[in-house]
Each structure stands twice: as structure tokens, then as C-alpha cells.
């Protein structure tokens, strides 16, 4: 990975490159939704919201709003051409503006089109509305009490006999935890501006995930056919799955005003408002109970992972069903039964957030895998090694895939050497025996992901990659960039391919007009997707070029290569834009449709059972933390990494997802807490009261190391591994070291069972109970 | 009578900007994504929380050219009269070399989605202007206020390291042209009163604190603004009407940092930032506690006077200030009367203070003989966050025993208050550990906190009582406190 290299491999592919925008980003001239030019006349859109979590509408008098300064119209559910719905999964249970009640308070009800976004915000707040109250429920707990739905079919994952795995038992536990929800607080917020076009076209520039989706969701609410809708993006300031279905609302409501008064629309909701009415990532309560032997080896494990998805199913069914699909981590149950409930809730619509409920099945594991360690008063990490998948036995998952590529044994070991992990833990518990008011802890956690959407069909991907005759590539694909850096890896994979330096490819923003039927840019999955189309589309391009080069050089196709600097051609070299100008002179066409889909993966849902996952990501983490005593605050002193990405595409992107992943992850077990107030309304609704992590929490010590050695042993692109989400959940360090930190008050014989997020709040009242049982 | 000028005149990166009205409630990042259509300065939160909009602004204070960070969401262009405002377009030419902070951004991958980027960068070059090489506790200072979702900070930080390798601070144009802008400044300062607008849209910009007292008695029902990191959210998330607002922040009479018979005696338009050197050489207890109060573009901005007179219970400075037995010089017109801190704080939302009656300034005492004193913010988040609890205690320990002590808390009741109960059961008994114990059980009569998003009643009630656990065992030797150690 040395300069060297860089310069006799223009193909670029593995090097550590910078991301494609990043002159851009810093200069300020990188273009966002809400930077674009402004087409003359636009107006802009406002949605006025609930302000109550469950209620009638007994009256909506909307005079005071028509007859506020610089409006120009109110948009209602009455103006709604096709079908007032924007249900992801197609159920009809998500009204664009809710008309008789509303479920949740931020709930839409109707917009206002006024001059500027300033005049249809303050007209936004002018409605009189009649409410007629109903009983709500925000959180699982009341769900449960209150007997309400599932907001979508739970999920069953059963293998083995699990009443008999715990009945014959030496030790049985239960525990119950509360996991708390995140708010992806991507940068940029949600944003779209919706350009009217002749008969039925309107052109969308939407801050999206998911472009197709945007693009039928408005067709649906217009009543158009998807080809009148186009959706562009360039970039999106961050999504995290924010912006996979979350951005529907808004692309809907700019169009449906885009089409209604023949003006551009922009739509943008302040801060707060955006936090009050899209959804987050579930908060879980996991009840559990688990069979195990004297030497912590698990027998038999029953679980209930029951969610808060919020007043409509959005993706509440794939996230749960991806929370029991990680209910195992790194760890080989002999029976296992793990079932979901997606409650219906009064909040907004949870929805996808990075790992999309991996994590938070991770996070439960984790709690009886620790459970376990202190009722043996055992170090953690020796219940975990216990507990490991192995490589040709004791493989096979609750869902009955059997793992074949397991790395974590490995990826254990030389993190717990190079952090050096066993000396700290004793100097830690050295340093507990002692100090007084601060404790510490420390604790290794693995993680093993699985890569591959779980509804199959969305394992495609399309690309469009034109050769223009001056020897630029032009390339599209179906891929989002949202920082993750899809674009520069796509196109060092475009450039290997022609063997031509990167600055000949152009990076495009996607749209649905170049690609169409995408997937999300989701489920960490963009590059193996979207690179392996891109790939196909060249490798089209150039067998066209090879046959090509063999007539005009006479020369057999075996003979053309493509090599940096040129194309050889038997004894001739030439350069790649004087054989495309050749290729061109003789009719051939340099343009080319790419396309891929995952091989082999299959899932039956009902039966539970399927190889839903091409491979799986492995990496574990140590983290070091202490903890003030008095109260409850703490920090985090060192963190070690390993991680596995497979064959980097590029190491600078993928350490930066490692980083940055394993940060957003820690803000998420600690400090970022969701609080809803009795009325039912969140009130951790901006940064003043919603904590993300800032510079000064990352950990003063931060190795981050990508296991170099790793090679996917499936034939991914480059034979590289997703990166984006698998990182996010190596945070479970930090609360299994903040647990260990807060059992140290009661040296260590009581597992402290925190909840998430682990506040200096839950901190000091872990060891205020610590406290009480040390007696 | 002071002479008035009808025109708010400013210079933008290397434009002249003369506006003879605008809407009082017009934020700077508005004015610039808006009005000019320089779109490099981003909004993440629109209140003063995130940094993506973080601009530069130079003002002459105390006869220097000083360039300081601030959000130019919360910052009202009507503050702006005399200034120069560099935002990120300033930095580099569409087809120049980037400046070395961006360079150095780059080149560390300090970017992903690059959002909070132009915001990042600015924190940065602000740092780097005064501090060529900084630690890295001294970025993670300067970027207290700024939130990047994606990268987790390392890239930025060791980005934030490496500046000076891209470039020199002598060569930096803001630094090479400081003397010519200066001289503009200076021009542009020509003693006047600024007034523009009327009703809601009128602004005015007194000339000095005399000026003051007369426009704010002429017109009571006018809103003061100093830092506008309270005023900036009423009107981005409350879309209140603020005017006629009257910018008090720039009054050089109000700038004073001095002492008065031994005491420290603080203009009310001096900020956290200006004021800190004085604070901490004072009170070196209060070092960790200032660097914690907001983030740094709020600190350049907030002042200590309106973090007063905004009587929020959760206020960070009254609870210290109340302590160490601070008073206020609250003035109307021409009368000036001096109130006790703690006496000024009346109830919720209720202070003394009369209408267009405006806080001068802020005296506090020094720590008298044998007399010790902390103050504890405790949060969610370290940095910016606004305190759960803040409590702040001073001792006065004679033969054993306490002889004199006052402490004070935030975040504990309706208002900054003391803690008279508690007071009253350690006062005259042994500085033990046995009397703290016993005087615990007082906090109930003195506190009924409440519960909200950001902590329970019962975490308020038990750390607060476990401060003053804290600050026995370090008034007696054994006081162990988280240190963040970085580089
Ligand atoms: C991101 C962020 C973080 C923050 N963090 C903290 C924190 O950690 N701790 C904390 O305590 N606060 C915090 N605050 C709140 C705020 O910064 C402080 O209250 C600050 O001191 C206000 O000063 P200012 O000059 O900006 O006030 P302004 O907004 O200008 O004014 C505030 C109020 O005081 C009045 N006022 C101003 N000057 C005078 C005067 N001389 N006489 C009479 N009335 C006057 C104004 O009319 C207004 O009512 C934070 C705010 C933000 C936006
Ligand atoms: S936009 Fe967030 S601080 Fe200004
Ligand atoms: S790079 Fe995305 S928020 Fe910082």
C-alpha cells in the first residue's frame, strides 16, 4: 500500500484513497439538496404536526393558516390524486396526513406552500385543530400491558429442543434488559425539492437511501406510473438508514405541492421537527432465559425480543427479524427459540438505523452471555471463548445456515494479545482493590455479522457505464453515497477494470432515470452489489474492446490486455482513449448495462430456516473504561480493534467506517438517550438534549487495525467485505467494561445488568444497587 | 445626544456589506444561504449545537483584531455592525490550492459525508490562527461544538495535529492582511449609534453603556441581546419576533474586565471566552468547569451577564457566583443599585429587575483566607451539555470545624439555589465525614427536584448529595475526580 504502487497500478483498487468528494467537503462546494439552485418561483413546503400521541381529530380549522403572510396554499390529504399511503412494506397503514386521528405526536397533518420556508413554518403553527384524546402507549412495557398489536407477523427462530436443553441444565438463569432506540442524527437533515414537469413528470432531488422507492412511493400518492418520477441524489449529508424510507414523507409531500401549483417545491423540516416525526432505530426490551454448565457453555436459549416499532410497521418486521437473526453473535447455542414482537406503539415509525436490529440482538446476547460470567465469577471473555462457533462443528445457526467462513477464533486471539488484554484486566482489577471513588473496567466483545439483505430479492444491483470516444468514463449505478465512500470504491473498481487512472472515471449522482428498480444503499451491502454491476458493465465493454483490438491489430483476443498506461495488442501498445477512438470509428458500441445478484442465498421466513447470509463480517473490540462512583459519570480511556473487512477495497474508507462505526455505536449505548414525557411527546428532540458523542469522548487511546490477512472466501468484489454496519456493534465493549467497572462495587459478585443507553444516570444507580448488595 | 447612522455596515470575506434594513430576527447563516447565496456554511440544528455552521468573526475588541469562532445560526446579523465575517468560501479559490487546513483535512480523511465538514474546518483554522500547535486536548476544545456523525473524530483530530505541515500561520492571509483589515474596522467604527428598521424589524446597536440606558429606557420592551445563544433560539425554534432587539454585545464599556477593591469586576457583554483567563487565574477551581460550559463557539459568544439575566435554572455561573458571594450593578437610565446575586433569583422566570433595567455588571470577591471552594457540573455528555446538576460549595474550615460554608445549586429547583438547610446542619460541627453523612438527610428540605429528559429526580437528589461527599474528600486530601488524559 505504498506510494509505489499507486503509480504502477493505476487500477487502484486496494489502495488507501481519498474519498472522491473530500476536496469538496472541505472547500464548502460539495452540493447538497438544499444547496442546489432554486429553479425560479420555488416555493416551499412546511408540514404542520400532531401535538398529541393519540387522538380523534374532532375539527381542523385551517383559516389562520391560508390567511398568514406569504402563503401561497395548503396541501391536504384531499389533494391527494392517488392513494393517501406511503407504507414501505406495502401494508397501508401510513397515511401521508392523517385525517380522522392521529397515533403519534410529530404525526403529519397537512402542509403549507407559502413564499419562503420562514412564512410556511410560522403559518404551519396557525391551525386550529380539535383533538379528542385516546389512550396512548410509547414504550414496550405499556404495549405489552395494554394488549396492543403487532404491528406486523412476529418472527420464530427455533432450533433443538429447548424445554429439555433447559430442563436438563446444571444452571439456568432469566433476565430481563431494556435496550434503548437512536436517532441516526445524520448531519444533513431530510430534505427534498420537487420540480413539476410536463403531463404527469415530476423530477425529485431527495436526500435518500433509496431512490426507487421514493420514486414509486410518489407515483402511488400521485397516481402516476413510475416512469412520470425521477429521483436524483448526489449525496446525502449521512444517512445511517435514516434516509431509506424515512424520506418518503417529505419526497411525497414536495411532489404532491410540485404537481398541485405548478412550482418547484422544497420541503425541509427544522431539526426538531424532523427528530419529532421520523423514526429511529428500536429500543427492545429482550426477556430471556438461558441453560448452561458449570463451565458456562450454553445448552439451550429462549428468548422474546419485543420492539417498539412505532404507529405503523415501516420496517419494523425485517428489523426484528434481524435482531433474531444476531440473538446468537459469535456463539453456538445446542437448542436455541428466539422469537419477536413488533408492538404497535404511539411514536414515530421505527425504522432502519446501521446493523437494523443486529445490534440490539447482539446487545441481549451479550447481557446473558455476561450474566453467565458473574453467576460463574468468571471473566466474561472465557464464557464467550466457550461459547464460539467452531470451524467444522457446533456451526449452525438458530436459522439453520451453517457458518463456513468463522475467523473469530483468530480475530479473538490476536486482539486479546495485542491488547494486551489479560495483564490490563489484572491491573484493573489491581487498581479497583484500591481506589476508592473511581473504578475501572475492561472487557473484550466479538462480533460476527451477516451480509446479505434478508429479503432476497433486494440482493441486485444495476450499473450504467458509457466509454465516451475521447477514452472518460461515465459511470451510474444504483449505489447511494451518503460518506460511506460507494462512489470512490465503485469507481476504483471501474478504473481496474479499464486499467486507467481514477481521474478518467466521473462519479455520477444516481438516479432513477440511469438505473432503475435499485435497492436501498443499505444493509452494508453497496459495494458488493454495486461494484460486481459496475464490474459486469465494463467487462461487457471490454470484450467488445478485445474483439475489436483483434481484428484491427490482427492479433488473437488472448493476446489483448488490458495494462496500466494502455492496452497491449500482441506487440502493440496503445493508449486506452486511442483504442476506444478506434473502437468508435468502427461502430462499436461503448456503452453497457451492468447487473449482479448475490448467488446461492435463500430464506424461508415461515419455516425459519434458509442460508440468508452470503458471509459473514467478523471483528472484535476491547475497550477500557472508568467510572466515578459518586456520580455515575465516566470515560472511556482506550480502545483496541480488530476488524475484518476482507480484502480492502480501500483501507483509508474502510478504517474510517470501522472508526466512525464504532463511535456512533458507543454514542448509542451511552449517551444518547430517547425520552418521551407522559404526553407522549420525545422530548430529547435536538443536540441540546439528544447527546451524540463529540471529539472529546473518543477514547484517548484508539487503535483501530484491520485484520490484513482476511480474504472472503466468497467471490465478492476484490474478495472484499461489507463494512458499513459490522462495526457499529464492537461497541458492546464499553457497556460490558462499564459493567464490570460498576461490579467491582460488590466485588464482583453480582452482575450489574445495566440497561441501554448506559447514562451516568444508570451508572450510578447500578452502583447505588451495588452498594445495597454488597450490604 | 449620540449621533445615529441608519445603516449595519460589515465587511464578508473581501466584500463591503451596508444593509439599511433587515428583519431584526435575520440569522448570519440564513443571510448567507439565503440572501447571498454562499452556501458553503451548512445548517445541521439551527440552534448553536452542532458547528456545521460555524463562521469566523473578527471584531475589535480592546483595541485588537480578534477572529473567534461562532455559529452563524444563532448569530443575528444585526450583531455584525464592524465586523469582518470569514466563512469557509474564504479559505480557497474554486480552482486554487486548498488552504492547509483543508489539506490537512484530506489528506487524514477527515471528511465522509462531509457535512459537518465546512464547519469542522473553520473550528480548526480558528484554533490554528492562535495556536500553531495544538495538542490534542486543545482540538478537542475547539471542537467541543462541532458534531461529526460519521468519522468518530480521529481522522479530524489527527488532521487538526498536522496544519502547520501544510502551511504557516505567517502566511495565512487573515494574518497578513490583519493589519489592513484593522484600519477598516477601525474605520467602520465610527462611534455611532446604529438604527434601522421599524417595530419588529427595528434594530439598534447603542454606542456605549450611557447610550444604552437611554434607548433601553426609551424602549423597555426591547430585547437585549449580547451573545444571542439564548435570543438565537427563541427565534429559530419559537419564531419569536425580537424586535426592536438592542445588540448590546459589542459596547466597549461593557468589555471591562478589572478589579474593583479586590474584587473581579466583569462588564455584562464580556464573554465566556474573554473572561476566562481572569476567572481561572482567580479561581484556578474553576478552570475544568469553564472549559465545560457550552462549546466553544458558544463560549466566544454567551456572555456572563445574560447567563445571569436569563434566570434559568440550570444555568452553569450562578451557582459558583452565588458562592463565592457575587453581586450584580443592575442599571435603568441613570440609576444603578447593586443586588446579591442570589437574591436576584426571585422564582421561576421571576428576577429583580425592573423593566428596562439591564445588568452592568458582575462583581465577584476573591476567596477569603483558608476559605475552599469546587464547583461540579455533572452531564450526559461531557462536553456541551447543559448540566443535570451543578453544584458549587465553599468551606471555611477553623480548628476542625466548619466555620463558615455556603453552597449552591442548579438544576436542583425552580431557580439557582442555596442549600440553606444543609448549610445550617454542618455549620460549627467537624468537617467529618460523619457530619456529611448526617447532613444529607437536610437536601430534602432544601431540594424537590424534578424529573425530565435529562435526569431522573432521584439521580439529581443522590449525586448531588454525593458532591458534597466529593468535596470533603477533597478538601481533606482524598479527592479522586475523572482526568481526561490526551496528548
Ligand atoms: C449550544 C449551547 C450550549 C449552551 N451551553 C450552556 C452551558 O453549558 N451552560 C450554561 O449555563 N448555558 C449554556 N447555554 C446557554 C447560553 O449560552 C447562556 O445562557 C449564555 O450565558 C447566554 O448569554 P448570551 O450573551 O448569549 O445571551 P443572550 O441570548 O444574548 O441573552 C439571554 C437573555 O439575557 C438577556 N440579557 C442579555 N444581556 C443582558 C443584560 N446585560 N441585562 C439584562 N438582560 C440581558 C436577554 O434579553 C435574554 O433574555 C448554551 C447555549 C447553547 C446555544
Ligand atoms: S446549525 Fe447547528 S450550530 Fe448552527
Ligand atoms: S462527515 Fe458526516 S457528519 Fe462529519
New binding site residues.
Given amino acids: 500500500m505504498n506510494k509505489q504502487s499507486a503509480i504502477t497500478a493505476p487500477g487502484v483498487l486496494h489502495e488507501p484513497l481519498v474519498h472522491d468528494s473530500a476536496a469538496k467537503h472541505v472547500s464548502g462546494r460539495a452540493e447538497y439538496i438544499d444547496d442546489i439552485d432554486e429553479p425560479s418561483g420555488t416555493l416551499h413546503a412546511y408540514l404542520a404536526l400532531s401535538e398529541r400521541a393519540h387522538a380523534e381529530i374532532a375539527s381542523m380549522d385551517l383559516t389562520a393558516v391560508r390567511a398568514a403572510p406569504g402563503v401561497v396554499d395548503v396541501v391536504t390529504a384531499d389533494d391527494i390524486p392517488g392513494e393517501n399511503d406511503i407504507s414501505s412494506t406495502h401494508l397501508h397503514d401510513e397515511p401521508v396526513f392523517a385525517t380522522t386521528k392521529v397515533e403519534y405526536w410529530g404525526q403529519p397533518l397537512f402542509a403549507v406552500v407559502a413564499e419562503t420556508r420562514e412564512a410556511a413554518r410560522r403559518a404551519s403553527r396557525l391551525a386550529r385543530i380539535e383533538y379528542r384524546d385516546l389512550p396512548h402507549q410509547t414504550d414496550v412495557d405499556a404495549a405489552r400491558a395494554n394488549g396492543n398489536r403487532l404491528v406486523t407477523a412476529p418472527l420464530k427462530l427455533e432450533r433443538g429442543d429447548v424445554a429439555a436443553g433447559l430442563a436438563k441444565a446444571q444452571r439456568r438463569l432469566k433476565g430481563s434488559m431494556l435496550i434503548g432506540g437512536q436517532e441516526h442524527f445524520y448531519l444533513e437533515g431530510q430534505i427534498s425539492l420537487a420540480v413539476p414537469g410536463e403531463d404527469d413528470d415530476v423530477t425529485v432531488y431527495a436526500s435518500t437511501q433509496h431512490p426507487s422507492e421514493i420514486q414509486l412511493m410518489v407515483g402511488h400518492v400521485l397516481g402516476v406510473e413510475m416512469h412520470a418520477v425521477t429521483v436524483n441524489v448526489r449525496r446525502m449529508g449521512g444517512g445511517f438508514g435514516g434516509k431509506e424510507t424515512q424520506g418518503n414523507l417529505y419526497a411525497v409531500v414536495a411532489a404532491l405541492a410540485a404537481k398541485k401549483l405548478h412550482r418547484a417545491i422544497k420541503l425541509r423540516p427544522d431539526r426538531d421537527d424532523d427528530f419529532q416525526t421520523t423514526g429511529k432505530r428500536h429500543d427492545f426490551r429482550v426477556d430471556y432465559e438461558v441453560g448452561y454448565d458449570d463451565d458456562g457453555r450454553i445448552q439451550a436459549v429462549d428468548a422474546v425480543y419485543a420492539a417498539r416499532a412505532g404507529w405503523s410497521a415501516d420496517l419494523s418486521g425485517p428489523v426484528t427479524d434481524r435482531a433474531l437473526f444476531h440473538c446468537d453473535n459469535a456463539y453456538w447455542y445446542p437448542a436455541v427459540r428466539a422469537r419477536s414482537e413488533p408492538f404497535y406503539t404511539n411514536t414515530c415509525s421505527n425504522t432502519a438505523f446501521r446493523g437494523f436490529g443486529g445490534p440490539q440482538g447482539m446487545v441481549g446476547c451479550e447481557r446473558w452471555i455476561e450474566d453467565i460470567a458473574y453467576a460463574l465469577g468468571r471473566d466474561p471473555l472465557e464464557i464467550r471463548k466457550a461459547n464460539f462457533y467452531g470451524t467444522d462443528t457446533n456451526n449452525i445457526t438458530p436459522y439453520h445456515q451453517t457458518v463456513t467462513d468463522n475467523v473469530i477464533h483468530r480475530v479473538v486471539e490476536e486482539l486479546e494479545a495485542s491488547a494486551d488484554y489479560q495483564a490490563r484486566r489484572e491491573a484493573v482489577i489491581a487498581f479497583n482493590r484500591t481506589s476508592k471513588v473511581l473504578k475501572k473496567g475492561i472487557a473484550l466483545t466479538p462480533v460476527k455479522f451477516g451480509i446479505s439483505f434478508t429479503a432476497t430479492w433486494y440482493n441486485q444491483a444495476g450499473a450504467l457505464v458509457h466509454v465516451y470516444r475521447d477514452g472518460s468514463i461515465h459511470l451510474s449505478h444504483g449505489g447511494t453515497e451518503m460518506g460511506q465512500g460507494l462512489y470512490i470504491k465503485v469507481a476504483q473498481v471501474v478504473a481496474d477494470e479499464f486499467q486507467v487512472p481514477l481521474a478518467s472515471v466521473k462519479i455520477n449522482a444516481t438516479t432513477t432515470g440511469k438505473v432503475p428498480n435499485t435497492s436501498a444503499t443499505a444493509a452494508s451491502s453497496g459495494t458488493d452489489l454495486n461494484g460486481a454491476a459496475a464490474a459486469d458493465a465494463c467487462r461487457q465493454i471490454k470484450a467488445r474492446l478485445v474483439a475489436h483490438a483483434a481484428r484491427v491489430y490482427e492479433v488473437s483476443e488472448a493476446e489483448v490486455t488490458f495494462e496500466p498506461g494502455g492496452v497491449r495488442c500482441g506487440q502493440k501498445f496503445v493508449t486506452f482513449a486511442e483504442l476506444v477512438a478506434s473502437a468508435y470509428v468502427g461502430r462499436v458500441q461503448l456503452s453497457a448495462a451492468g447487473f449482479y445478484k448475490t448467488p446461492r442465498i435463500h430464506w424461508d421466513r415461515a419455516a425459519g430456516r434458509g442460508d440468508p447470509f452470503y458471509y459473514f463480517a467478523y471483528g472484535a473490540s476491547c475497550s477500557e473504561v472508568t467510572i466515578d462512583t459518586l456520580t455515575g459519570e465516566y470515560q472511556v480511556d482506550r480502545v483496541d480493534i480488530l476488524h475484518d473487512v476482507g480484502k480492502s477495497l480501500n483501507p483509508a474508507i474502510d478504517k474510517g467506517q470501522v472508526e466512525g462505526g464504532f463511535i456512533q455505536g458507543m454514542g448509542w449505548l451511552t449517551t444518547e438517550e430517547l425520552w418521551w414525557d407522559g404526553k407522549g411527546q420525545l422530548r430529547t428532540h435536538a443536540p441540546?438534549t439528544y447527546k451524540i458523542p463529540l471529539a472529546s469522548d473518543v477514547p484517548p487511546i484508539f487503535n483501530v487495525t484491520l485484520a490484513e490477512w482476511s480474504v472472503n472466501k466468497e467471490a465478492t468484489i476484490g474478495r472484499s467485505k461489507a463494512v458499513g454496519e459490522p462495526p457499529l456493534m464492537l461497541a458492546i465493549s464499553v457497556v460490558e467494561a462499564l459493567s464490570m467497572a460498576v461490579a467491582s462495587v460488590a466485588e464482583y459478585r453480582v452482575a450489574p445488568q445495566l440497561d441501554t443507553p448506559v447514562t451516568p444516570e444508570r451508572v450510578l444507580m447500578g452502583v447505588e444497587r451495588m452498594r445495597k448488595a454488597r450490604g | 445626544m449620540t449621533e445615529v447612522r441608519g445603516q449595519l455596515r460589515f465587511i464578508l470575506n473581501d466584500r463591503d456589506v451596508v444593509l439599511d434594513n433587515l428583519p431584526a430576527t435575520r440569522t448570519l447563516l440564513d443571510f448567507l444561504r439565503l440572501d447571498r447565496r454562499m452556501t458553503g456554511s451548512k445548517e445541521g440544528c439551527a440552534?448553536?449545537?452542532c458547528g456545521a455552521c460555524t463562521v469566523l468573526v473578527g471584531r475589535l475588541k480592546r483595541g485588537q483584531l480578534v477572529y473567534e469562532t461562532v455559529n452563524a445560526c444563532?448569530c443575528f446579523v444585526g450583531s455584525l455592525d464592524a465586523t469582518h465575517v470569514v466563512t469557509v468560501e474564504h479559505l480557497s479559490a474554486a480552482n486554487g490550492p486548498l488552504h492547509p487546513v483543508q489539506q490537512a483535512m484530506v489528506d487524514h480523511h477527515g471528511s465522509q459525508c462531509g457535512f459537518c465538514t465546512p464547519g469542522i474546518v473553520m473550528s480548526l483554522y480558528g484554533m490554528w490562527m492562535q495556536n500553531a500547535d495544538p495538542s490534542v486536548n486543545d482540538i478537542e476544545v475547539a471542537l467541543q461544538g462541532n458534531l461529526c456523525r460519521c468519522t468518530g473524530y480521529a481522522p479530524i483530530i489527527k488532521a487538526g495535529k498536522s496544519i502547520s505541515a501544510y502551511g504557516t500561520v505567517v502566511a495565512d492571509p487573515l494574518i497578513v492582511e490583519r493589519q489592513s483589515i484593522k484600519a477598516r474596522l477601525q474605520a467602520l467604527k465610527d462611534g455611532k449609534r446604529v438604527e434601522l428598521g421599524e417595530d419588529k424589524d427595528r434594530v439598534i446597536v447603542p454606542a456605549s453603556s450611557d447610550d444604552l440606558a437611554e434607548v433601553y429606557a426609551a424602549n423597555p420592551t426591547g430585547?437585549?441581546?449580547?451573545?444571542?445563544?439564548?435570543?438565537?433560539?427563541w427565534v429559530t425554534k419559537f419564531m419569536r419576533d425580537i424586535g426592536p432587539m438592542i445588540f448590546?454585545g459589542d459596547i466597549a464599556d461593557l468589555h471591562g474586565i478589572g478589579e474593583v477593591d479586590g474584587a473581579l469586576r466583569i462588564g455584562?457583554a464580556v464573554t465566556y471566552s474573554d473572561a476566562e483567563a481572569a476567572i481561572t487565574s482567580r479561581y484556578p477551581q474553576l478552570a475544568t468547569f469553564w472549559s465545560r460550559?457550552?462549546?466553544q463557539q458558544?463560549r466566544n459568544?454567551?456572555?456572563?451577564?445574560?447567563?445571569i439575566?436569563?434566570g434559568?435554572p440550570i444555568?452553569?455561573?450562578p451557582p459558583p457566583l452565588i458562592v463565592l458571594g457575587a453581586s450584580i450593578t443592575l442599571r435603568k437610565g441613570d440609576v444603578r443599585r447593586e443586588v446579591k446575586l442570589e437574591d436576584f433569583f426571585i422564582a421561576y422566570g421571576k428576577q429583580d429587575r425592573q423593566p428596562g433595567e439591564?445588568?452592568e455588571a458582575v462583581t465577584i470577591p476573591p476567596l477569603g483566607e483558608g476559605e475552599q471552594f469546587a464547583c461540579y457540573k455533572i452531564t450526559k455528555r461531557r462536553d456541551?451539555d447543559?448540566s443535570s446538576v451543578c453544584g458549587a460549595f465553599r468551606v471555611k474550615v477553623e480548628a476542625g470545624a466548619v466555620a463558615d460554608v455556603c453552597i449552591a445549586f442548579g438544576g436542583m429547583a425552580a431557580t439557582p439555589k442555596r442549600a440553606k438547610t444543609v448549610e445550617a446542619a454542618l455549620l460549627g460541627k467537624p468537617w467529618t465525614a460523619a457530619t456529611v453523612e448526617a447532613a444529607l438527610s437536610a437536601y430534602a428540605e432544601d431540594y424537590q427536584p424534578i424529573t425530565d429528559m435529562r435526569a431522573s429526580a432521584e439521580y439529581r437528589m443522590v449525586s448531588a448529595q454525593n458532591l458534597l461527599r466529593r468535596f470533603l474528600l477533597e478538601t481533606t486530601g482524598e479527592g479522586e475526580r475523572l482526568v481526561r488524559e490526551v496528548a
Fill in positions: 441540546s | 440552534e448553536g449545537d444563532i430585547t437585549l441581546v449580547a451573545g444571542a445563544t439564548d435570543v438565537g433560539l448590546i455584562a460550559i457550552g462549546g458558544v459568544a454567551g456572555t456572563i451577564g445574560a447567563n439575566a436569563n434559568s444555568g452553569d455561573t439591564f445588568v456541551e447543559i
